[in-house]
């Protein structure tokens, strides 16, 4: 309750703060003292410390799983905006309001990791969703980015609609929006106890879930938006955001699969489903002339590899999924980092860049390496654990083998912007590189080594 209360406070003092500060670069700290005052309550939360005793009637439940992702999700925030606040002040004059969004939809996730019925997360879905829209179509002057915020308002309002009704046939079906309800084997029309309603319900709830976490075939909207929207929002929306519809989509499925596993075969789906979003992403990602919209099309790809948590379900898939947030975060918001600097995003752009920033070209070395699960970089164990989690199961071996195949054509257009800042004659330019964003940099690059050598590092928070 720390995380939620306090998100969507310090999001209201954010927008007050615009009235009272009239320096943009000002905003950028109070966020950044925002951030962490809500990680310390949420840590405080997970050892017991509840600042605020809500009686929410078991519709929010708190587990360690969800309270550290909450962790994480914060501190990738903060890394976020120490990086890449220089360029959230470049996008108009309401600098204050673009972090007060950004706080909301940290609310949202706080909700989504916590969420014990399905009216919450609804609730959670919609606080994280809204902000985003508007932050897409943030740059009003830019038509492609006003076609995004467009684009997504749209195909988010539709994927809500089926999202409810999925919960409406789950409750018809159940008589409950818990998650955890038992259900009575006297209900109307089912089999083995289970209610045709219910997997009716929860068909509607994977295609709307799916839709979150731009899953093919309902990514159609992922490229077009990540491309339009402002670099430094798509930086944010890629990373923590896709990362919680996640956690919320393990949450959900974990209990709701096991039960209904009688009446439908969700291995075989969930599977059809992973080899569907690993070939779109990663084989359309190779013919892409634009880094940004390549980046677009890599983040369907390693949706495809975070979905391999949600077919999984065991513990293996739940310290993957905690490692793959870390890992996908870190490198994904350093990637972006670098691309909102630089004044030509396409791969040409980037050629010979080691010569005329060689920090900026070290480091994003090391992000597009993780990305591509290179050993010794937090990639590789974070993709080692979802493909361990697979064979921890005994069954789908051959859908392993198809990973690992996908992330060998993965490396083939990451490896295309380490050719082009290394091996091949340019002059690449970059604007407003400050001695304070390379070392931001070099940290973050650091943290990924780290932690792709020692994954307890991250791992152990979950246990101790």
């Not at 670069?25 to 840590?43: E, M, P, Q, S």
């Not at 999925?166 to 089912?190: M, P």
């Not at 919680?244 to 969700?266: G, H, M, Q």
């Amino acid at each position: 309750m720390n995380a939620i209360i306090l998100s969507a406070v310090w999001g209201v003092i954010m927008m007050f703060s615009s009235i009272l500060f009239k320096n943009k670069g000002a905003f950028k700290y109070i966020a950044a003292i925002g951030l962490i005052v809500l990680t310390v309550a949420n840590i405080a939360n997970t050892y017991g410390c509840d600042f605020f005793n809500i009686n929410t009637h078991e519709m929010l439940r708190y587990t360690r799983f969800g309270l550290f992702f909450n962790t994480i999700a914060f501190l990738c925030t903060l890394i976020y905006v120490l990086l890449s606040g220089k360029e959230i002040e470049k996008h108009g004059n309401y600098v204050a309001e673009y972090y007060a969004l950004i706080f909301f939809v940290l609310c949202g996730v706080s909700i989504l990791t916590s969420f014990n019925n399905l009216l919450m997360l609804f609730l959670g879905i919609e606080i994280l969703s809204i902000p985003l829209y508007i932050l897409t179509g943030s740059d009003k002057r830019n038509l492609k980015g006003n076609e995004a915020a467009l684009k997504y308002f749209l195909m988010g309002s539709f994927s809500t609609g089926l999202m409810l009704m999925g919960i409406a046939l789950i409750y018809g079906g159940t008589g409950s929006f818990q998650i955890d309800v038992v259900r009575s084997a006297t209900l109307f029309g089912t089999f083995s106890g289970i209610s045709f309603l219910e997997v009716a319900g929860l068909l509607f709830m994977l295609v709307a879930m799916a839709f979150k976490v731009s899953a093919a075939p309902f990514h159609f909207w992922t490229p077009d938006v990540y491309d339009g929207a402002p670099t430094v929002f798509t930086s944010f929306m890629a990373t923590v955001v896709k990362a919680a519809a996640f956690i919320a989509f393990i949450k959900l499925f974990e209990v709701r699969i096991a039960d209904t596993s009688a009446v439908i075969n969700w291995g075989m789906l969930l599977s059809l489903l992973i080899i569907a979003t690993l070939l779109i992403g990663n084989i359309t990602a190779v013919f892409q002339q634009s880094v940004k919209r390549m980046l677009a099309y890599s983040s369907i790809a390693q949706a495809g590899f975070m979905l391999f948590a949600v077919f999984s379900l065991n513990d293996f898939a739940k310290e993957g999924l905690i490692l793959y947030a870390v890992a996908y975060s870190l490198a994904t918001i350093g990637s972006f980092a670098i691309l909102a600097k630089m004044k030509d995003i396409t791969f040409e752009g980037f050629n010979g860049l080691a010569k005329s920033h060689p920090v900026l070209a070290a480091t994003n070395t090391i992000f597009l390496l993780s990305l591509a699960g290179i050993p010794l970089t937090a990639g590789f164990f974070a993709k080692y654990y979802m493909l361990a989690s697979v064979v921890k199961t005994g069954h789908y071996l051959w859908l392993v083998i198809l990973g690992v195949l996908f992330a060998a054509v993965s490396v083939y257009y990451y490896f295309r912007v380490i050719q082009a800042m290394y091996f091949k004659e340019g002059d690449a330019q970059a604007e407003d590189v400050t001695p304070g964003f390379k070392i931001g940099l070099i940290i973050v690059a650091a943290l990924i080594i780290l932690v792709g050598i020692y994954p307890q590092v991250v791992l152990n928070w979950l246990y101790f």
